[in-house]
């Protein structure tokens, strides 16, 4: 037999043993839930850090203004995304003109968005209190007027590659928009993408416009402010998974359907490398606002959300460069299933 004295020596001893392995454990687990707190507090207090928006004041001039207005109606999208109602049973989803910028448009998880998100009033009503360089900061390094960060949606990585003529003279147009009273709510983005927006706020020199008889460079100019690599690129939760310009980017519109983007690299099968120039241009001529307010469609038939009606007043030039430039990207065999009804 084992001695009872011996025995619980051992068994005293063993205990000690545990209660250090705890203690340590403790304190590892301690540690890291202080680590974690600290860098939840730094992303969410020390960043990002942007300079204080430019004390600025734009000059309005008949020539800025007609180029603000061709850019925020017709080549940047802004109408798309800014305008709260909409024709859902016509091709291309165009807004009711009464309620145009005026807000409120909204993404939810029902919309596989990591959040519920709002798009910002951005007539006088909301914007008429900010500053000229706090709508320039917003549009080219993407914050509030508080510095808060904007949800990327809103694409002012693309926006700060633009030249400071056409920034300022988008503000100076948003400023003659017709105020609509609209008070929108406040975005609400899922843990942990609120905080890892923060680290990928980053501020840019402006670019600068090429003169459009350097044809391709041109084309990129306005490819990159009508955001077509944002909406034609698979991305997902912010991470492109697909090349770049060949589609496949999902939007999920209920009760519309789920839409993705169209493959547009010059693949002659799957993407528009078998459309001419002019058939290109014709394309988007072709659908003004009045046309696809003419385009109605039945429950469960093929919609988009491209902003057909808003691009079509980009000019036949314009649209060429645009043409022009994608025929020189990577031509990648995608095939796209651009609407599905969705199932009930």
């Known amino acids: 037999r084992s001695r009872p004295g011996g025995g619980g020596k051992h068994f005293l001893g063993a205990g000690e043993g545990n209660l250090k392995i705890l203690k340590i454990v403790a304190w590892i687990v301690l540690i890291l839930v202080v680590t974690i707190a600290a860098g939840?507090?730094?992303?969410?207090?020390?960043?990002?850090?942007?300079?204080?928006?430019?004390?600025?004041?734009?000059?309005?001039?008949?020539?800025?203004?007609?180029?603000?207005?061709?850019?925020?109606?017709?080549?940047?999208?802004?109408?798309?995304?800014?305008?709260?109602?909409?024709?859902?049973?016509?091709?291309?989803?165009?807004?009711?003109?009464?309620?145009k910028g005026a807000g409120g448009l909204f993404f939810t998880p029902e919309n596989r968005f990591?959040?519920?998100?709002?798009?910002?009033?951005?007539?006088?009503?909301?914007?008429?209190?900010?500053?000229?360089?706090?709508?320039?900061?917003?549009?080219?390094?993407?914050?509030?007027?508080?510095?808060?960060?904007?949800?990327?949606?809103?694409?002012?990585?693309?926006?700060?590659?633009?030249?400071?003529?056409?920034?300022?003279?988008?503000?100076?147009?948003?400023?003659?928009?017709?105020?609509?009273?609209?008070?929108?709510?406040?975005?609400?983005?899922?843990?942990?993408?609120?905080?890892?927006?923060?680290?990928?706020?980053?501020?840019?020199?402006?670019?600068?416009?090429?003169?459009?008889?350097?044809?391709?460079?041109?084309?990129?100019?306005?490819?990159?402010a009508a955001g077509c690599i944002d909406c034609h690129t698979n991305i997902v939760d912010g991470q492109a998974l697909g090349e770049r310009f060949a589609g496949g980017r999902e939007f999920y519109t209920p009760p519309v359907g789920l839409i993705r983007s169209a493959n547009i690299t010059p693949d002659k099968q799957t993407g528009i490398g078998d459309w001419n120039r002019e058939a290109f241009i014709e394309r988007f001529k072709s659908m003004t606002p009045e046309a696809v307010m003419e385009m109605k469609v039945e429950p469960g038939e093929a919609n988009t959300l491209m902003p057909w009606w808003e691009f079509s007043g980009m000019t036949r030039q314009d649209l060429g460069a645009i043409y022009d430039y994608l025929m020189t990207q990577k031509s990648v065999r995608a095939e796209i299933v651009t609407f599905e009804p969705i199932k009930k």
């Open 40 to 99: 939840a507090n730094y992303l969410r207090f020390g960043l990002p850090r942007v300079a204080a928006a430019p004390d600025i004041t734009i000059e309005v001039t008949p020539d800025g203004l007609a180029r603000g207005r061709y850019l925020v109606e017709h080549v940047m999208g802004c109408m798309s995304c800014h305008s709260p109602a909409r024709h859902g049973d016509r091709y291309s989803l165009p807004p009711i003109i009464e309620r």
């Open 114 to 224: 990591p959040g519920t998100l709002y798009a910002k009033n951005i007539t006088p009503h909301n914007l008429g209190s900010w500053s000229d360089g706090e709508i320039v900061r917003a549009l080219t390094v993407g914050v509030d007027r508080e510095g808060e960060p904007i949800f990327p949606l809103m694409p002012s990585r693309f926006y700060a590659q633009l030249d400071r003529r056409d920034i300022y003279a988008v503000v100076a147009y948003l400023r003659t928009l017709k105020p609509v009273v609209n008070v929108v709510q406040k975005s609400q983005i899922d843990f942990p993408l609120n905080l890892i927006i923060r680290t990928e706020i980053e501020e840019r020199d402006f670019g600068q416009r090429p003169e459009p008889s350097d044809n391709l460079a041109y084309g990129r100019y306005m490819t990159t």
